[in-house]
Structure formats: C-alpha cells, structure tokens
C-alpha cells in the first residue's frame, strides 16, 4: 500500500454508489499505529541484538528504577499482570540479567533484583533507545517532539490507559 502523506480530509467513495467513507490514511490512529509500528520494530531488532526483548526491556528498566523489588510491586508498576511479569522474570534469571530471592516471611514470595549484568545492560539499552527515538524523531523541531510527547500524554490520561505498550 503507498501512502498518502498529504492531508487526507475528504471523505471518498468506494464506488458510486456508495455513502461517503473516509480515507484510511485520513485518522490519526492510521498515522499513530504505522510509525508506532515502525518505530517498535526497529528498537525491537536492538534489542534482540542485545539478547532481550522489548518486555524483558521494560521488566529491567523498571527494576533498575525499584531495586530490589517484588513481582507484585513490578506488574503493578509495568502495567503487565503478574502472571506475565513472572514468566519474564523467569525468562531473564535464565540469561543471568536477574537474581530472585525467597522471602523467609513468607515462602511463597520473591524479592527480585537485577544482577550485575542486568545492572549494565540496561544504560546500554536506554541508549539505544534515545538512539532509536532520535533516528525517528529528531528532524522533528523540538518544541513539536514535546508537544507529541504531550499529547499522547493526555490521551493515555483521558482515557485511563495503564499497559505498557508492549509488542
């Protein structure tokens, strides 16, 4: 499919004898979800390349935030449910990025934390992705990027959206 990147306002028919109907590339969300797609894909292969995920990406980033932290306190931080946060916390002890602990209190419970490696990965990682945001972004002049930023801020607010964005 080609797309039109001038404005796409007028709303055409299919064929004559149809009602009038919007061009795809006329809603936003079109534009949102074709960069967004793009945008994902290409930090995704960096990722990968660095041995992660782009949902590892977002556990280790957000225990480097916590510490030492709980699966509890992490799904709720991430947006994700704890059984998924589980499987990735499983995921990245497997690859050595993450250490779980069991709580003497209470044995069915786990203190997790990043390890040494994980620890490291993650500033390499964040790079990558202001690399990635600047590769797609940066033309943009500053202050658009910050009302972008903004914007989909408010939409996230308006409309109560808590899930990581995750693919």
């Known amino acids: 499919m080609?797309?039109?990147f001038e404005s796409a306002a007028?709303?055409?028919?299919?064929?004559?004898?149809?009602?009038?109907?919007?061009?795809?590339?006329?809603?936003?969300?079109?534009?949102?979800?074709?960069?967004?797609?793009?945008?994902?894909?290409?930090f995704?292969?960096?990722?990968?390349?660095?041995?992660?995920?782009?949902?590892?990406?977002?556990?280790l980033r957000e225990m480097f935030r916590l510490g030492c932290t709980s699966p509890t306190v992490l799904a709720q931080v991430s947006g994700m449910s704890k059984g998924a946060v589980?499987?990735?916390?499983?995921?990245?002890?497997?690859?050595?990025m993450v250490s779980k602990s069991i709580l003497l209190a209470d044995r069915r419970q786990h203190s997790i934390e990043l390890t040494t490696e994980g620890e490291a990965l993650v500033p390499v990682l964040a790079e990558?992705?202001?690399?990635?945001?600047?590769?797609?972004?940066g033309k943009l002049p500053r202050q658009l990027r910050d009302d972008l930023l903004e914007a989909m801020k408010e939409v996230a607010r308006t409309h109560q959206l808590k899930s990581a964005p995750l693919n």
Do not use: C
Not at 86 to 96: C, M, V
């Open 86 to 96: 589980s499987k990735l916390i499983d995921r990245l002890e497997s690859k050595g």
């Open 10 to 42: 007028m709303p055409q028919a299919a064929h004559p004898n149809s009602v009038p109907v919007s061009e795809l590339e006329a809603h936003l969300g079109y534009w949102l979800r074709f960069v967004s797609n793009h945008v994902s894909h290409s």
């Open 128 to 137: 990558m992705a202001d690399q990635n945001d600047e590769e797609f972004f």
């Open 2 to 4: 080609s797309h039109n």
């Open 44 to 59: 995704q292969k960096k990722a990968e390349a660095n041995g992660v995920t782009v949902s590892e990406w977002v556990v």
